[in-house]
Each structure stands twice: as structure tokens, then as C-alpha cells.
């Protein structure tokens, strides 16, 4: 599975962007998908993660409210809508996908990631 994220920029504080993710190979496969960001000096984090089949959906605390992780299948696209955009929400952001084997195995995919920046 390739994983392609764009969408990424500067923007200014209370702003919108939205994010995708184009997913490639054996997307079939792919049971959850998902977004992470990664701030400078600070470990990577889950943003929202979305299941491919039913679409259950989960977010961070600090997202909830404002971001919307969404799919479209027939794309093989994954999008994060983020709006009123806080400079703490500056990050790397990453596309993730997951694999389930069994209840025991799993392959996690990631994308290249690609830059926020939310200005104050």
C-alpha cells in the first residue's frame, strides 16, 4: 500500500484546510485508516481514525469539534477537514493505514506526511 498525502500549507489562525490522502496497491486490504501529526519536538500523535467498512470514526480531545476525517472509497481517498485552526494544530501531518491480518497481526502503511502551519 502507497500512501500520498497533500493539502498542507500556511494558513492563519481560526482558518480551514482540508487534507488528503490517496491510497494505492492493496487498498482492498485496508481495514482502518487514519490521520497523525507530529509537532516539533514532540512525539507523533493520533489525530482521527476511520474504519473502511462502517465508518466509525474516533478523534483526539484536541480535535474534536473542529476536524473531520472522512473517506471515499470509490477514490481511495481519505480527507481531513480542519477547520478554526489553532497554532498548536502546527504539525506534520500523516496518512496511516492498517492492514488486520488477524486479531494478532497487523501492517501499518505511512504516508511522506505533509506541513501545516497555523499562524498566530
Known amino acids: 500500500v502507497q500512501l500520498v498525502e497533500s493539502g498542507g500549507g500556511l494558513v492563519q489562525a481560526g482558518d480551514s484546510l482540508r487534507l488528503s490522502c490517496v491510497a494505492s496497491?492493496?487498498?482492498?486490504?485496508?481495514?482502518?485508516m487514519g490521520w497523525y501529526r507530529q509537532a516539533p519536538g514532540k512525539q507523533r500523535e493520533l489525530v482521527a481514525t476511520?474504519?473502511?467498512?462502517?465508518?466509525?470514526?474516533n478523534y483526539a480531545d484536541s480535535v474534536k469539534g473542529r476536524f473531520t476525517i472522512s473517506r471515499d472509497n470509490g477514490k481511495n481517498t481519505m480527507y481531513l477537514q480542519m477547520n478554526s485552526l489553532k497554532p498548536d494544530d502546527t504539525a506534520v501531518y500523516y496518512c496511516n493505514a492498517k492492514i488486520i491480518w488477524s486479531i494478532q497481526s497487523l501492517t501499518t502503511y505511512w504516508g511522506e506526511g505533509t506541513l501545516v502551519t497555523v499562524s498566530s
Open positions: 496497491g492493496s487498498t482492498s486490504k485496508i481495514g482502518i
Open positions: 476511520i474504519n473502511n467498512s462502517d465508518g466509525t470514526t
